[in-house]
């Protein structure tokens, strides 16, 4: 599940709103949007993000943390390391490599980490 998908499904919890109501609304699949929630497809549009906020009714804050959580929500990410150092380079690598071995609790260590 993504940082959007999982926002999404929040959102359909407290309205109440099923997958297959929003996806007629929204004009788009219910397979799409089931695959947004669980991370098997890619960021949303900006598009998609703005109709979703329409249809919550969401204030302006609530928008722009959707449009953040929409940019985190790239479930296959490419990190650029050229031009890094070589530790930098292995870092990204034994992320790849083990990111599925972390548990939550190191998940939330390392992200806590990086947010400063």
Request: proline share 4%; hydrophobic share 45%; charged share 25%.
């Amino acid at each position: 599940m993504t940082p959007f998908g999982r926002k999404l499904r929040q959102l359909r919890a407290a309205k109440p709103c099923q997958l297959k109501d929003l996806a007629k609304a929204l004009k788009v699949s219910s397979a799409y949007l089931s695959a947004l929630e669980h991370g098997r497809r890619g960021k949303p549009s900006a598009g998609l993000v703005q109709q979703v906020a329409a249809y919550f009714n969401l204030a302006w804050d609530q928008v722009d943390e959707l449009k953040t959580l929409a940019e985190l929500s790239d479930p296959r990410v490419v990190i650029d390391t050229g031009g890094l150092s070589p530790e930098a380079t292995e870092l990204a690598n034994a992320l790849a490599a083990r990111i599925d071995e972390l548990s939550d609790v190191e998940i939330a260590r390392l992200l806590a980490l990086l947010r400063g």
